[in-house]
């Protein structure tokens, strides 16, 4: 079946499994500008719309439109990893899981926790399946954010949303004892997964920071498509 071979293929379940991905309340993708952190969470998004799972992603940076390309640049990549699929089938499954995705852009001025609980609950009242997974891309963690992530928690508690985040790091700043770059090291304790994306050699690595007893695994990912190199 297509979409069991595309899940048992994305790089999300490879480097940290599907089962757990929505389990807690906060993740982070983390790596300096321009390494691959938003391909990263469409990867995470995209691996959950396979699995029959509604996504909500926000983004403080880039336009509906632009959003949406990622989305099917992301499938593209997938599909195209697993070899010859027909083209029909591909876009059979696209058009239904496509279905499970809402984008919403902001900046950081009109971003507003409160007109994202009005949007829950109007699933609510619509009686309508919640998103299991949000999706925040482009939070300044630089600043002081613990009053949002205080009121993204009791989101998460309200609704049982998951909430991945992306998360800027900056080539000079020295990690934490516990190995975190310091914007995930502010908050660590409300992150139950996090996993670090940076250059070696012509690829990303991606090591995980938190994720249960994962703990420090490292895979090499291809930068043109974010899926994992075999080697």
């Keep these: 079946m297509l979409k069991n ?14 089962e757990t991905l929505k389990q ?6 983390l790596s300096r500008a321009g390494v ?13 719309l396979l699995n029959d799972k509604k996504i909500l992603h926000i983004s403080l940076d880039e336009s509906i439109e632009k959003i949406n390309l990622r989305y099917t640049d992301a499938y593209t990549n997938l599909v195209d990893s697993i070899g010859y699929v027909d083209p029909q089938k591909a876009l059979r499954l696209w058009e239904d899981i496509n279905l499970n995705k809402v984008g919403i852009s902001y900046n950081e ?3 507003d926790t409160k007109k994202i609980k009005d949007y829950l609950k109007s699933f609510k009242k619509a009686d309508l399946v919640l998103p299991s997974t949000m999706v925040i891309d482009g939070l300044n963690f630089d600043k002081d954010v613990s009053g949002i992530l205080e009121e993204l928690e009791n989101l998460n508690k309200e609704f049982s949303i998951f909430i991945w985040f992306s998360m800027k790091t900056h080539r000079e700043e020295k ?16 992150f ?25 695994q490292r895979y090499r990912l291809d930068p043109a498509t974010m899926m994992i190199v075999e080697e």
């Design 5 to 18: 071979d595309l899940i048992s293929k994305s790089p999300v379940s490879k480097a940290m499994g599907i």
């Design 24 to 29: 807690g309340r906060f993740g982070a993708v």
């Design 36 to 48: 691959g952190k938003t391909s990263f969470l469409v990867q995470i998004a995209l691996t959950q």
């Design 109 to 111: 001025s009109t971003f």
């Design 175 to 190: 990690l934490s004892r516990d190995g975190y770059p310091v914007q995930l090291d502010a908050h660590k304790e409300k």
């Design 192 to 216: 139950d997964k996090a996993i670090f994306l940076q250059p070696v050699e012509n690829k990303i690595e991606a090591v995980i920071l938190k994720d249960g007893d994962k703990t420090d």
